[in-house]
């Protein structure tokens, strides 16, 4: 990653943080990174330092948990696999319709989409951290969502590149 420069940089990790290149754009001016971590926490820098109309976009990126998108097969190819990989895909009706319920609650109440970093969380987690989050208050909830965007980020970029 350390070889390449920022254009190269920005191609290859732009996708990172869900339809929002900025992420890896604003990363790029940590180059040459000393480690994976440090890499991610550039990313969480850039995340932490954006305005807040740009965090409240990053977090409205999102897609919902076993929503619409992910029906329909308009998921980006991470979040289609990071929710296959929790058995979103494979919800029985009354798992789907209690997930519907949640999402329209949530979005109704924070207006964008419940985020969870959901690699290596079983359904009932999910749906138990659902529950726990929509009882907080927007300001609170905003810094959890932001939290778990950094988390997925993190996720990613292990998955791409050697510690």
């Known amino acids: 990653m350390n070889a390449l420069d920022r254009a ?3 191609a290859l990790f732009g996708d990172v ?3 929002s290149p900025w992420v890896a754009e604003a990363a790029a001016s940590g180059l040459p990174f000393a480690s994976r971590r440090a890499m991610s926490e550039a990313c969480l820098d850039a995340i932490l330092d ?11 990126a999102h897609p919902d948990l076993a929503g619409r998108a992910a029906i329909a097969g308009d998921l980006a190819a991470e979040s289609k696999k990071e929710q296959a990989g929790v058995g979103l895909d494979r919800l029985s009706a009354e798992e789907f319709a ?10 109704a109440k924070f207006g964008c989409p419940f985020i969870l970093a ?6 009932d987690q999910i749906l ?5 989050r929509i009882k907080h208050d ?5 810094a959890s969502a932001l939290i778990q965007v950094a988390k997925i980020v993190a996720f990613r970029l292990e998955d791409r590149v050697a510690p």
């Open 118 to 123: 959901v690699k290596g969380a079983t359904k």
């Open 50 to 60: 954006a305005d807040e109309p740009r965090k409240l976009a990053l977090l409205r």
């Open 8 to 10: 190269g940089f920005v």
């Open 17 to 19: 943080a869900e339809h």
């Open 138 to 142: 927007p300001e609170q909830e905003f």
């Open 98 to 107: 209690r997930f519907t319920e949640l999402n329209s609650a949530y979005q």
């Open 128 to 132: 138990k951290s659902f529950a726990e």
